[in-house]
Each structure stands twice: as C-alpha cells, then as structure tokens.
C-alpha cells in the first residue's frame, strides 16, 4: 500500500488464516527497493505461521514491512497504516519489530483496535521462551544452565531481556552490540563479558544466542563457530536454507528461531486472541518441542528446521480437513 501525502510505502503479507487471525509485528527498515520489502515480509510472515502453529496458538502468520526514508512523515504514515489494518476487520493482529517505535504504534493504534502497544513484559515472554530452549540444548548434552557459557549478539529489547534472564540462571555470559553503550549497560547489569561485535559469532563458548537481526548465521559461521549450540531470539537467523545442514553436520544443536523466539506471541495473541489467564504454560512448552526436535533430528539425520517446518505444516493441514 503507498499512501504518498504521509510518504507511506508499506507492504502487508498473510500466510496463512487457517488457525486463526494472522499475528505478525510491523517492520520498519530502508529497503533498496519495492522487491526487498516483498521478499522480507513474505519470508517474515512465512516464519510467523509457523511460530504460531508450532506455539499451540489458535493464529496464522503475517507482517507488515514499512519503508524508513527520508519523506517518511511518521505521525502521519503510521495513523494511516493503522486505518488500513483496521479496515480488515481483526485478520491481522499486530505489534512492534525492528525499527517500529512506541510512537508509531501509538499513532496506529488511534484508529485501530487490532494493535498491541503494551510491550510491557514482551521480551521477557522471549526471554523465557530463549531460556527454556538453551535448557533444552544443555539437557541434550547432560548438562545444565549453571556455568554454560553463552554468546548473546544483540542488546536491544530482547537482547537484554535473554542476557538478563540467562545470568539469573547462572549462565557465562559475552555480550555484543554495534552500540557499545547498550552492550556496556547490558555488561554491567549482568555481570557479562563485553565482546567484539565482529566476531560475536565465533566467540568460544558453548552456546550461540543471536538476537540482533536475521540472516547472520552464514555457512562460515556454520562451519567454523567454536559453540555446540545455536539458540537465539532474532527472525530468520539462517542466511540461506543449506545452512541448517551444515549446522547438523557438524553436530551443532540447533533450535530452530520459530521456536526458540515465540514468547511474545504466545502473550500477545494468548492474551488478546485465545483469553488464557496464563500463558506460562506454552512458553514452558517451548523448550520441550525444542527437546523434542533435538531428539528428532538425533534419531532421524533431518535438520530441526525440517522438522520444525513438518510439525507446523501437518497441524495446519488438521485443521484444515
Ligand atoms: N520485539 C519482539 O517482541 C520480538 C519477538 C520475537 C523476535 N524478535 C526478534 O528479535 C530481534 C531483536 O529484536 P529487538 O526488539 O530486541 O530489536 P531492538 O531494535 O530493540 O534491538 C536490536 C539490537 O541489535 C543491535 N544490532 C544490530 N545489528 C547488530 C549486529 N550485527 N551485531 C550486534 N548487534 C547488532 C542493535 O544495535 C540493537 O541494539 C529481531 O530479529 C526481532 O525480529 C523480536
């Protein structure tokens, strides 16, 4: 949709309504061009259909991506957005992602009741979520979160709530952001280590926790990275499929993104969608599919992505009959 007086340029995605109302957050970034959005939001709202189904949530998968550019009358842009979504009468349920602010879902939120601006407690949600998957990781290899050392990319929102939540657990903790003063705040409240942003990746320790942005575990980092597991909050973290492979090949325990991150999902839409008082039980639940797909891909030779990726069709493909 292009809404020129605001300077909106945006492009909305649903995947999928099988479920239920498609959730998916609002992304906003300086796209090259018209192609990158599309291809974004669909690949974005592709993963969210999946989290979904994969959560136990009654809710499809969509994402709205907006254009960040200089003639971009944000107030304006977004009231704008929030018209369109509420025009769809409650298909599309959404939130905040990358680069989408407090203010501008406020402004989305003046005319639409389909937007969730309370981000209070979100990215503990994830945090929860993060820690009960890195716990399944440490089960697989008899061990505990006590001690484990664990390289967290990213100190935004989620960044830090994951860092925070890690160290409560008794976790070794590098952290790292293209921000020195958001990793020198997360450093101090933790207790963590300050690492080069550069190579966070390769960082020698037993798990990775990329929660910064998506597509920067690369077939490098796949192939040489010191950690014996991967388990991060940020969407879409493999560069390209054939990274998955690699990543079982070499023994890397890997929880798939579409689990490890679903925890501000399950709130928002366990809350507004589904009614549950208490949405503790399906983040709980979260690190027991990821056991479940370790033990999976162990057994099998697939990739948990794979696997993630069958679960999550044959339950939309249940209802669907
Ligand atoms: N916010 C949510 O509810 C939610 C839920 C699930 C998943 N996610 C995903 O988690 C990720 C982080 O989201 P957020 O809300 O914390 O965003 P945020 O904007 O608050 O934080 C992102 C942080 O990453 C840093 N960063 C960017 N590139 C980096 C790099 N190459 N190396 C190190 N740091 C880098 C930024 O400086 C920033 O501090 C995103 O991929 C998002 O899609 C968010």
């Keep these: 949709m292009a809404r020129p007086s605001s300077g909106l340029a945006a ?8 479920l239920g109302p498609a959730a998916g957050g609002v992304r906003t970034r300086a796209y090259p061009d018209a192609a990158a959005m599309i291809a ?5 709202a592709r ?18 991506v907006v254009l960040d ?25 959404t939130a905040g992602d990358l680069g989408t602010t407090t203010a501008d ?17 979100l990215a503990e949600a994830v945090a929860r979520g993060v820690v009960a998957c890195v716990r399944a990781c440490a089960r697989a290899r008899g ?4 001690g484990l050392r664990v390289a967290v990319q990213g100190c935004g929102a989620i960044g830090s709530a994951v860092a925070r939540a890690l160290a409560a657990e008794g976790a ?7 921000d020195p003063r958001r990793t020198h705040d997360v450093a101090e409240a933790t207790g963590s280590h300050v690492h080069d942003p550069k190579d966070i990746l390769f960082a020698p320790v037993d798990v990775l926790a990329p929660c910064a942005v998506g597509g920067v575990v690369t077939a490098e980092v796949a192939a040489q990275a010191p950690a014996w597991a991967l388990c991060g909050a940020a969407n879409n973290l493999l560069a390209e499929p054939a990274v998955a492979e690699a990543l079982r090949a070499r023994g890397i325990l890997h929880v798939p993104d579409v689990v490890a991150s679903a925890g501000a999902v399950i709130e928002g839409i366990g809350r507004s969608v589904m009614h549950l008082a208490d949405r503790e039980p399906l983040i709980a639940a979260l690190g027991t599919t990821a056991g479940e ?6 057994a099998t030779g697939r990739t948990t992505e794979d696997l993630a990726a069958r679960r999550a069709v044959a339950r939309i493909a249940a209802v669907r009959r």
């Design 293 to 298: 797909l370790l033990a999976e891909s162990a």
């Design 40 to 44: 974004e939001a669909a690949a974005l």
């Design 105 to 121: 879902l406020a402004a989305m939120a003046e005319s639409c009741p389909y937007v969730h601006t309370d981000d209070h407690g």
């Design 172 to 178: 070794f903790l590098r952290v790292a952001d293209v």
């Design 143 to 146: 061990r505990g979160l006590g």
């Design 47 to 64: 993963a969210m259909t999946r989290k979904c189904a994969l959560a136990g949530l009654d809710a499809g998968g969509a994402k709205a």
């Design 11 to 18: 492009v909305l995605v649903i995947d999928d309504l099988s």
């Design 69 to 93: 550019h200089p003639g971009l009358d944000r107030p304006a842009a977004f009231r704008a957005l929030g018209r369109f979504i509420a025009e769809l009468g409650g298909v599309f349920r």
